[in-house]
C-alpha cells in the first residue's frame, strides 16, 4: 500500500503550474519589474511629452549623463551584497577625476603622446580611488569600526583633498583630443544620408547635416556595458562572487 502511494505520488508533478508561475517570477522579479518600469516611463513620455524626448540623440545623451551613477552603483553593488555600505563613493569619484586630469595634463605637457597620457591618468585616478579603498577596508576589517562611520568619516576628507588638487575649480589645460575619448561613438546616421563606424568612416559634415546626425553608442556607453557584463560574470562565475555572497549572507560562517 505504501509503494502504491509513493508511486502515485511519484506520478503527479512536483508543484503546479501555479507555483512554478510564482518560482519563476520571485527569481526573475527584478527583471520583471525593470521591464514594467520601462514600458511606464515609454507610455508617460510618450503621452506626456514632446516627441524630441525620445529622439536618438536625447536618449543617447541621457545614456551618457547616467554612466557615472551606473559605474558607482556597480562597485557599491560588492559592497552591499558583502553586507556593507560605503558613503564615500561620489566624491572619491570626484578625487580620481581630480588626479586623472592632472596626470593628463602634466603628461601631455611633458610630451607623453595622448593615448598613453591618457593611460597614465587612468592609473592615477584608478590608484587614488583604490588607496581610498584600502583605507577604509583596513579600518573596518582590523579596527572593527562600523562601515557607516568610517566611510562617512573619508567621505569629508576625500572631499577636502579633491577641493585641495583641484583648487576649488574645474581642471583646464586638458588636451584638445581629450574630449574623443568621451564624445566619439561607435556608429553614426545622417539621415537622407546613410551611416558607419564612426571612428573608420568618420562623416565630413557641417550645417543641415551635421543637426540631422546622430551618433548611436557612445564610447562611455560601450564601455560601461562591458564593465556590467564583467561584473556579472564576477559576481556569477567565479570564486570570488560565491565569496561575496557568503559574506554577506553570514561573515562568521564565511570566514
Known sequence: MTDSKAMAGFDEPALSAGKRAILLIS????WVFLALMIV????AVGVF???TFLSVRNSQNILVAIVPVLLLGLGQTFVIIAAGID???GWVMSLASVLSAHAIRAAFNAGVPLFLSVVLGFVAGVGGAALVGLVNGLIIAKLKVPAFIVTLGTSFIVRGMSLLFSENTTVIGLPEGIRDYGNESLFYWVRG???GFYILDKPEVSGELLRSMDRILAWPVVITAVVVLVCLFLL???Q???HTYAI???????L
Open 193 to 195: 544620408e546613410g551611416g
Open 248 to 254: 554577506g549572507g553570514n561573515m562568521q560562517a564565511a
Open 40 to 43: 511606464f516611463f515609454v507610455v
Open 49 to 51: 511629452s514632446s516627441a
Open 87 to 89: 558613503l564615500s563613493v
Open 236 to 238: 556569477k562565475r567565479t
Open 27 to 30: 527569481r526573475l522579479w527584478a
Open 240 to 242: 570570488f562572487g560565491r
